[in-house]
């Protein structure tokens, strides 16, 4: 199984927001879904600042979801330029495998 690690600064006035889009029924899972290689997201908010979260989407493998990505593009990059106000930092921690 392939983890992929987000962390999220939202802006404080978006956090609502933000956590619509990026829940594990937002608008995000919504579209991974169309993949039968998706396999959820767990979105997880830090107690110490309540505007920094981690993302964490399940996929099959790299493959599958770089397959995803390259069959949803168009759709993929219009709703990560309608996101792109939501925060004000964006790190990909990296691509974890569950062992």
């Known amino acids: 199984m392939l983890n992929i ?3 999220f ?3 404080p006035e978006r ?3 933000f956590e619509r ?3 594990s029924n937002g608008r995000w899972a919504q579209l991974f879904s169309v993949s039968a290689a998706y396999h959820g997201t767990a979105l997880v908010r830090d107690l110490n ?3 920094r979260y981690l993302c ?7 493959d599958e979801f770089q397959s995803f990505k390259q069959s949803n593009k168009e759709d993929y990059a219009a709703l990560d330029k309608m996101c792109e106000d939501l925060t004000v930092k964006e790190t990909l ?5 569950t062992l």
């Open 9 to 11: 600064h939202a802006r």
């Open 56 to 62: 964490i989407d399940r996929w099959d493998n790299m």
């Open 15 to 17: 956090n609502a927001e």
């Open 49 to 51: 600042d309540p505007c």
């Open 5 to 7: 690690v987000w962390e």
């Open 93 to 97: 921690i990296g691509y974890f495998q």
């Open 21 to 23: 889009i990026y829940e």
